[in-house]
């Protein structure tokens, strides 16, 4: 059984608001092993994580899609906690130049666990692990960005009807999982010949970008976590963010749209939400707000 669970710590933009903090979305994944994913660190981040009750020690991955202050500098308020509670354990941090710039914005602390910093300026996969990859897609902004695509790998599951055909016990199930392949009465049965396939689940995140028609196969089947820093084209201030109706347009494409990255403009909740209720599977979304995926 695998569990994906997403927490919106902060979903306003460069400047906070009392209910709408810094960019930072947490991704918990429990499979076979557990991980613990953070896309952005804006300011006041690990206080976010502790009120949505995440331990920020379980932390593996972070992910910053472009170094405005908005999206990492909560970084080291994280970073400096971790090191007060003696963590050991090597965190891996992402970011466009990030096996350069992260370094130097370090050099100032000495922390008693390893950081690795790595690049993540490029098209294509930037992490993998067992169970899932992480791949990267340079956007439109001022300054070097990128959107993020979480895509957990295609599973095998057991079929009851082959599991009957070859009479496999719940022990030789578990071991058939485990091993891929048993011995049974002098024959080699394989996972594959009592399992189908079952697609993995995608979670794209992409903020701090202006509308982009290549996204659209970046996106595809995907839950996607996109900004939305303005709800009409009348209120355009600033031509490198996103607006509603630009956001609409990958509803072609995504299974489910989580409008974030909101301008501290639009007070109301419930009035952005009767903007967007006439559209189906399309979210806005608000501080410490859980999805389970």
């Known amino acids: 059984m695998v569990n994906i669970n997403l927490t919106f710590l902060g979903t306003g933009t460069a400047i906070p608001t009392l209910k709408r903090r810094h960019s930072s979305i947490h991704l918990s994944y429990q499979g076979r092993n557990s991980y ?77 666990f ?6 993540s300026y490029k098209n294509g996969v930037i992490c993998e692990e067992e169970e899932f990859l992480v791949e990267a897609m340079p956007v439109k902004h001022t300054v070097e960005t990128v959107a993020y695509k979480f895509q957990e790998k295609d599973r095998l599951k057991l079929d009851k009807k082959k599991i009957k055909k070859f009479g496999l016990t719940w022990q030789e199930c578990k071991e058939i999982k485990e091993k891929r392949k048993i011995k049974k009465d002098g024959k080699t049965i394989k996972l594959e010949e009592v399992s189908y396939k079952t697609e993995g689940k995608k979670i794209v995140y992409a903020v701090d970008t202006v509308y982009l028609k290549k996204m659209e196969k970046f996106c595809k089947d995907s839950i996607l976590i996109h900004e939305c820093t303005y709800f009409s084209k009348e209120d355009i201030k600033h031509k490198m963010h996103s607006c509603l109706q630009d956001v609409l347009k990958f509803r072609k494409v995504a299974k489910k749209i989580y409008l974030t990255h909101i301008g501290r403009q639009y007070q109301s909740q419930s ?20 999805v389970k995926i």
């Open 114 to 119: 390893p950081v690795k910093f790595f690049d």
């Open 36 to 112: 613990s994913l953070l896309f952005d660190c804006g300011e006041g981040t690990q206080t976010q994580l502790l009120k949505a009750r995440i331990n920020f020690m379980s932390i593996d991955h972070i992910f910053i899609t472009h170094w405005h202050a908005d999206h990492f500098i909560g970084i080291f308020g994280l970073l400096v906690s971790m090191g007060f509670e003696k963590r050991e354990r090597e965190l891996k941090i992402f970011a466009p130049k990030g096996d350069k710039i992260g370094p130097e914005l370090l050099k100032f602390y000495k922390l008693p």
């Open 271 to 290: 009035e952005l939400e009767e903007k967007v209720k006439r559209y189906k599977n399309v979210f806005v979304a608000k501080d410490l707000m859980k």
